[in-house]
Antibody, heavy 126, light 107 residues
Framework: RLQLQESGPRLVKPSETLSLTCSVS??????????WGWIRQPPGKGLEWIGN???????YYSPSLKSRVTLSRDISNNHFSLKLTSVTAADTAVYFC??????????????????WGHGTLLTVSS | SSALTQAPSVSVSPGQTATITCSGE??????VSWYQQKPGQSPLLIIY???KRPSGVPERFSGTTSGNTATLTISGTQVVDEGDYYC??????????FGTGTNLAVL
């Protein structure tokens, strides 16, 4: 059974870089045609997609966050990571990692997110 | 526009049918998914590719998409169905987009 677990600091200072890791068990990052990604949810608000990294290592980023986001993966340890630079209070949110399902027909797209981690609350504050 | 608009809240009596809509440009040309989220929990996929149900999701959940609107219907709504519901699609310009969310109250 697939399990995803977010980890990382719970508090980051403004202007610093946020780093989170999602550890995956029950499924390899390179298996199948999956898109491993991050979604966040500010307290009391809706879901916002951050980006995904697929089975081949290709990355897909939200246009609104693209300039500050980097996704990477560690195949040997079966985890993937998020870095978000120059954080502000607006980046305070619960960060979820998730496995997406998609396909490529000319261009690739993520269809839906079938498995989610429990989420981790990250606060940006001095 | 790539935005997906949902009504902030919907109320329904137990046993009745709840209808939650999601509006966006040319949604009928895209796949739409729906997620249920309860307080303090991560979202749960309940509908994908417009109308398909993942294993374990009750049959009372159904989805349709046409024109600019996707609709999630919950037949015979139960108190356990209370929570927030989000639609989601992939937009060629904005990539992955979630709806604004609808809080379902079963009163």
């Amino acid at each position: 059974r697939l399990q995803l677990q977010e980890s990382g600091p719970r508090l980051v200072k403004p202007s610093e870089t946020l780093s989170l890791t999602c550890s995956v068990s029950g499924g390899a990052l390179t298996n199948g045609t999956y898109y491993w990604g991050w979604i966040r949810q500010p307290p009391g608000k809706g879901l916002e997609w951050i980006g995904n990294i697929d089975y081949s290592g290709a990355t897909y980023y939200s246009p609104s966050l693209k300039s500050r986001v980097t996704l990477s993966r560690d195949i040997s340890n079966n985890h993937f990571s998020l870095k978000l630079t120059s954080v502000t209070a607006a980046d305070t949110a619960v960060y979820f990692c998730a496995r997406g399902v998609g396909s490529c027909a000319g261009e690739c797209y993520i269809d839906y997110f079938q498995s989610w981690g429990h989420g981790t609350l990250l606060t940006v504050s001095s | 526009s790539s935005a997906l608009t949902q009504a902030p809240s919907v109320s329904v009596s137990p046993g009745q049918t709840a209808t939650i809509t999601c509006s966006g440009e040319k949604l009928g040309d895209k796949f739409v998914s729906w997620y249920q989220q309860k307080p303090g929990q991560s979202p749960l996929l309940i509908i994908y590719q417009d109308f398909k149900r993942p294993s374990g999701v009750p049959e009372r959940f159904s989805g349709t998409t046409s024109g600019n609107t996707a609709t999630l219907t919950i037949s015979g709504t139960q108190v356990v169905d209370e929570g927030d519901y989000y639609c989601q699609t992939w937009d060629r310009t904005a990539a992955c987009v979630f709806g604004t969310g609808t809080n379902l109250a079963v009163l």
